[in-house]
């Protein structure tokens, strides 16, 4: 069911104001879980998956559908044999509810973070390769922080419909663009490209660029463009194409392959650093090879982005990021003896405009 497709008309909008003016009923039967359980059928589309969400019996679903659509004495929602969709006091309602349901998590999360400080449970959507080098090296200290918080992380590579999933942070690389969603950018990394001592010991240590040709490299299959290592200081558009003598489409794989001695690779930074500083990795041709800094942001739903719980965590990984990339240059300058080039980060805060 696509539950924004129709937008609430005026006339559904007054039925329902009228209704709750003049209704008796409205204050003593209107209840706030109905409302949130209705939102949730009309994101998910079917009730069977409102129950299975929650772990009840469909007819425990129905009958809360039906205590609202009686407490606002309009049917909300219409069945038959294509499914399920909104009316036009279901729209209205759908539009409302949010709101009630937002300013009640607001004030919720305002008053109780003032007791005992951000709670509750946070849904996050990441990549694994951000999930395994940020979100679970951080969990423990932002769990310190903050006892009362929880986290549930959904990996996956998808910009997903955050209303839809429940998702209340959606954590992705690079520039993207979104009218619905609000936008933090919390950091960033670069690219360093590595080899093991095992395999630079049996085939040499490349200087240059062109002494690539002669050399095992590992190439990236999920995306064909980071097989082009970008060149320093030769043009925007100056970069090595890589002739991959192995082959993989999982950034945690590569590390792995160059760790084994498979042959060289590019990581994230935030994935290498920690093996280098182990001398489990070397890092090659910082002079010649661009370092590509690649932003990390934080996206919301525009009604949820001021809730403590949220801004609890996205400040929390903003300053771990912060560290960590620091902890990073570190490494690459211990490693080859000079301070790493300064990989510029751009404005922190930003509004997505129109993909």
Known sequence: MDCDARP??????????????????????????????????????????????????????????????????????????????????????????????DATAELGGEFGGRISGPSGWVRVSVSLVIAETVIAPSLDGLYRRYPNLRIELCADDRLVGMARDGIDIAVRTGELASETLVARRIGGFGRTVVASPAYLKRFGTPRKVTELDQHRLIGYTANPDMNRWPLRNSGSEAAYQVRAHTSCDNMALILTLAREGVGVGRLMDLLAAPLIRRGELVPLLQDEIDSQYVPIHALMLQERHRLPKIRACIDYWAQWLGKAQATSAAVSKAATGRAPHRLTNARSNTAFGRR
């Not at 104001?17 to 994101?43: G, Y």
């Not at 998956?49 to 039906?66: D, F, H, K, W």
Request: proline share 2%; charged share 25%.
């Open 8 to 101: 609430a008309t005026d006339l559904a909008r007054k039925r329902l104001c009228n209704l709750c003016k003049t209704s008796h009923i409205w204050p003593m039967k209107l209840q706030l879980d109905d409302v949130a359980l209705f939102t949730r059928i009309a994101e998910l589309g079917t009730l069977s998956a409102a129950a299975r969400e929650r772990n009840v019996p469909v007819s425990q679903i129905s009958r809360s559908l039906s205590r609202l659509e009686s407490a606002c004495g309009a049917r909300l929602i219409h069945r038959d044999t294509h499914g399920l969709s909104l009316t036009e006091e279901g729209h209205a309602m759908l539009t409302y509810g949010r709101r009630v349901l």
